[in-house]
Nanobody
Framework: QLHLDASGGGLVQTGDSLRLSCATSGGTHAGWALGWSRQAPGREREFVVA????????EYGDAVLGRFTVDRDNPKNTFALQMNQLKVEDTAVYYCVAAGSVASIRRGQFEYWGQGTQVTVSS
């Protein structure tokens, strides 16, 4: 069973940057598509980004395209989300997730997910 441990959330101001990290354990890291999903209070879960096992396929949600960048380090069993030009509407709990494909993550069909890390952007 794959375990995901997210970190790096915090309180920042509009326009700031923040980097979230997620470490995996208990499974074959490179065998999974990984990604980030977020949920703000009173709102539905939202797709943020997904990256394939090899890193060759990356898809971003429309709300973050051009501002967020994902990368993964398979030998270190980690992947990260660099968030730039943060906006108030980026405020949410961010979950690192794993699934069999990038498409599954985009659809919200996860096999595994972490505990979430809070990102708060103030104006």
């Amino acid at each position: 069973q794959l375990h995901l441990d997210a970190s790096g959330g915090g309180l920042v101001q509009t326009g700031d940057s923040l980097r979230l990290s997620c470490a995996t354990s208990g499974g074959t890291h490179a065998g999974w598509a990984l990604g980030w999903s977020r949920q703000a209070p009173g709102r539905e879960r939202e797709f943020v980004v997904a990256i394939s096992g090899s890193g060759s396929i990356v898809e971003y949600g429309d709300a973050v395209l051009g501002r967020f960048t994902v990368d993964r380090d398979n030998p270190k069993n980690t992947f990260a989300l660099q968030m730039n030009q943060l906006k108030v509407e980026d405020t949410a709990v961010y979950y690192c997730v794993a699934a069999g494909s990038v498409a599954s993550i985009r659809r919200g069909q996860f096999e595994y997910w972490g505990q979430g890390t809070q990102v708060t952007v103030s104006s």
